[in-house]
């Protein structure tokens, strides 16, 4: 197959409508209960909560997590005045599609990630020292 690991896929694709950042954590290691490293750049995982703007999603599609690999914690857009959340646009986004099993049936699901994240038509943040690209988890 041609396509392995992530797909990069760009941000108005997966959010058309736009989005809001919630904020921002560490990923931590289930077992080892230590930060999650991304297996590609050796850096930090981070994962943005975000709320997907489009007025159409429901249910578990509404919130996802966008994780981004970074030597130290990704900082979220200033607040917008009037807006009771901090619209967000992410930057070199990938999806990977994974199987979730721990339903009663099986089905797709996927995993999104980012280079970095910035305000709405804001100038490209300059990523913070040691900053990676997008890799697989």
Same mark, same amino acid.
């Given at each position: ?51 997907? *703007?489009?007025?159409? /999603? +429901?249910? #578990? %599609?509404?919130?996802?997590?966008v994780k981004i690999p970074a030597q130290v914690c990704p900082v979220l ?15 070199d986004m990938a999806v990977m599609p994974y199987v979730d099993d721990n339903g009663r049936r099986p089905r ?10 910035? *305000?709405?038509?804001? /100038? +490209?943040? #300059? %990523? ?10």
């Open positions: 197959m041609a396509i392995q690991g992530a797909i990069p896929v760009e941000f108005g694709t997966v959010f058309p409508h736009g989005a809001y950042a919630l904020g921002v954590e560490a990923i931590t290691d289930f077992e080892t209960k230590r930060p999650q490293l991304d297996k590609n750049t050796g850096l930090p995982l981070w994962a943005v909560d975000v709320i997907d *703007a489009d007025p159409e /999603a +429901r249910g #578990k %599609a509404k919130s996802v997590k857009p200033e607040e917008a005045a009037g807006l009771p959340f901090r619209p967000v646009e992410f930057e797709v699901a996927y995993s999104l990630r980012a280079r970095g994240m910035r *305000a709405p038509g804001g /100038a +490209r943040q #300059k %990523a913070p020292a040691g900053a990676g690209s997008k890799g697989g988890e």
